[in-house]
T-cell receptor
Framework: DAGVIQSPRHEVTEMGQEVTLRCKPI?????LFWYRQTMMRGLELLIYFNNNVPIDDSGMPEDRFSAKMPNASFSTLKIQPSEPRDSAVYFC???????????????FGNGTRLTVT | AQTVTQSQPEMSVQEAETVTLSCTYD???????LFWYKQPPSRQMILVIRQEAYKQQNATENRFSVNFQKAAKSFSLKISDSQLGDAAMYFCAYRSANNNDMRFGAGTRLTVKP
């Protein structure tokens, strides 16, 4: 089991540039989550997908942020244009949910550390 | 909305001793799940232990156990025989049975002294 794979591990970019973060969930998992981690705000849920469909994007901070899941094995989080305050660690996580209650633990990737200068 | 509170920003324990990390949560739901995650310096989030709210028995995983007090909305993590490798940030998390997201506390940084 390769686990959740995120790329890149580190990203440094200049303000105003477009940034794309990538995630490959665990094969067979049908839920995917994007979190942002900062010292000030801790772990914040940005958006989650179920069966490739965005279910709740209320955590997405601004229209500059967008997320897609074109298929069950790939998701992207894009920031355009990026700003210094977007600097954080971005985590992708996946889980398998059956027809019952949402009780599965989330499996996290290693995160992408984004620095916007 | 559910909130998760970890009141101890930092904790320290001597190697081989026992330490308890606190977590409380606020919810009006009766069906939910609670988790503890560990985040070492490598940054990866690692599941430590999980508790179903409908179970009265406290979950245990080797040296890790929880004290789940549903009425008090408390979910503490006990680490026995602490090891140097236990040093990490520990996050308490709440997941509603009806809502496909997970909410995290602010975390507790655990230091293990040799």
């Amino acid at each position: 089991d390769a686990g959740v794979i995120q790329s890149p591990r580190h990203e440094v970019t200049e303000m105003g540039q477009e940034v794309t973060l990538r995630c490959k969930p665990i094969s067979g998992h049908n839920s995917l989550f994007w979190y942002r981690q900062t010292m000030m705000r801790g772990l914040e849920l940005l958006i989650y997908f179920n069966n490739n469909v965005p279910i709740d994007d209320s955590g997405m901070p601004e229209d500059r942020f967008s997320a897609k899941m074109p298929n069950a094995s790939f998701s992207t989080l894009k920031i355009q244009p990026s700003e210094p305050r977007d600097s954080a660690v971005y985590f992708c996580a996946s889980a398998f949910e059956g027809h019952g209650p949402y009780n599965s633990p989330l499996h996290f990737g290693n995160g992408t550390r984004l620095t916007v200068t | 909305a559910q909130t998760v509170t970890q009141s101890q920003p930092e904790m320290s324990v001597q190697e081989a001793e026992t330490v308890t990390l606190s977590c409380t949560y606020d919810t009006s739901e009766s069906d939910y799940y609670l988790f503890w995650y560990k985040q070492p310096p490598s940054r990866q989030m690692i599941l430590v232990i999980r508790q179903e709210a409908y179970k009265q028995q406290n979950a245990t995983e080797n040296r890790f156990s929880v004290n789940f007090q549903k009425a008090a909305k408390s979910f503490s993590l006990k680490i026995s025989d602490s090891q140097l490798g236990d040093a990490a940030m520990y996050f308490c998390a709440y997941r509603s049975a009806n809502n496909n997201d997970m909410r995290f506390g602010a975390g507790t940084r655990l230091t293990v002294k040799p």
